[in-house]
């Protein structure tokens, strides 16, 4: 069995990650309607459920065939309610690793959760599925996500100028990229 087609599940305080399911439709469409949510995302908001059950569909279970996990559902075990993802969604063409992506829902914001969960991820993607290196990038403008990236010890490696498609709009920016090595992740483990 390939290790992306059995993802280990993760519970840190009252939380969850475990993969995605087409179930999961009606409470990603909850937060993904939500412009705030999605305005430094390539998606959204989504305008009904079938986008979310779509996207779903389409973007997450096809990973499985690029030999990638299908994504992690983040849950709030108290309500019993997906509030978020947390992916490996890209495969570099040269380097034994991933590109991550994640998003959570508005009223989740400011409480160091996606930082714990990335941190979870990482930690997957270097012992469960053995990466030498993972990658996330964020658009400058995007100070929360900087944020919990650089709490997670990843390094700037490139900024370079960038246009995201929106439905509506144009977003004119810069993109930056991160990367954490197996060697730096577990250096700064024993440190």
């Given at each position: 069995?390939?290790?992306y087609?059995?993802?280990?599940?993760?519970?840190?305080?009252?939380?969850?990650?475990?993969t995605?399911?087409?179930?999961?439709?009606?409470?990603?469409?909850?937060?993904?309607?939500?412009?705030?949510?999605?305005?430094?995302?390539?998606?959204?908001?989504?305008?009904?459920?079938?986008?979310?059950?779509?996207?779903?569909?389409?973007?997450?279970?096809?990973?499985?065939?690029?030999?990638?996990?299908?994504?992690?559902?983040?849950?709030?075990?108290?309500?019993?309610?997906?509030?978020?993802?947390?992916?490996?969604?890209?495969?570099?063409k040269?380097?034994?690793?991933?590109?991550?992506?994640?998003?959570?829902?508005?009223?989740?914001?400011?409480?160091?959760?996606?930082?714990?969960?990335?941190?979870?991820?990482?930690?997957?993607?270097?012992?469960?599925?053995?990466?030498?290196?993972?990658?996330?990038?964020?658009?400058?403008?995007?100070?929360?996500?900087?944020?919990?990236?650089l709490?997670?010890?990843f390094?700037?490696?490139?900024?370079?100028?960038?246009?995201?498609?929106?439905?509506?709009?144009?977003?004119?920016?810069?993109?930056?990229?991160?990367?954490?090595?197996?060697?730096?992740?577990?250096?700064?483990?024993?440190?």
């Amino acid at each position: 069995m390939k290790p992306y087609k059995k993802m280990p599940v993760i519970t840190f305080d009252h939380f969850q990650l475990r993969t995605i399911t087409k179930k999961d439709y009606k409470d990603m469409f909850d937060y993904g309607k939500d412009e705030e949510v999605t305005s430094f995302l390539s998606w959204g908001p989504f305008t009904s459920p079938v986008e979310a059950k779509q996207a779903i569909k389409t973007i997450f279970y096809p990973r499985i065939h690029k030999s990638l996990p299908r994504g992690y559902a983040i849950i709030d075990l108290e309500k019993h309610k997906m509030i978020g993802t947390i992916d490996f969604h890209t495969k570099p063409k040269d380097k034994n690793g991933a590109e991550v992506g994640y998003v959570i829902a508005k009223s989740y914001w400011g409480q160091g959760l996606m930082t714990k969960a990335l941190s979870h991820l990482v930690d997957v993607g270097f012992n469960h599925l053995g990466y030498d290196v993972i990658y996330v990038r964020h658009l400058s403008k995007n100070i929360a996500s900087q944020k919990v990236i650089l709490k997670n010890k990843f390094k700037l490696i490139k900024s370079e100028p960038t246009i995201l498609e929106k439905k509506h709009e144009q977003i004119s920016d810069f993109m930056l990229t991160y990367e954490l090595t197996k060697e730096k992740y577990h250096a700064n483990q024993q440190s």
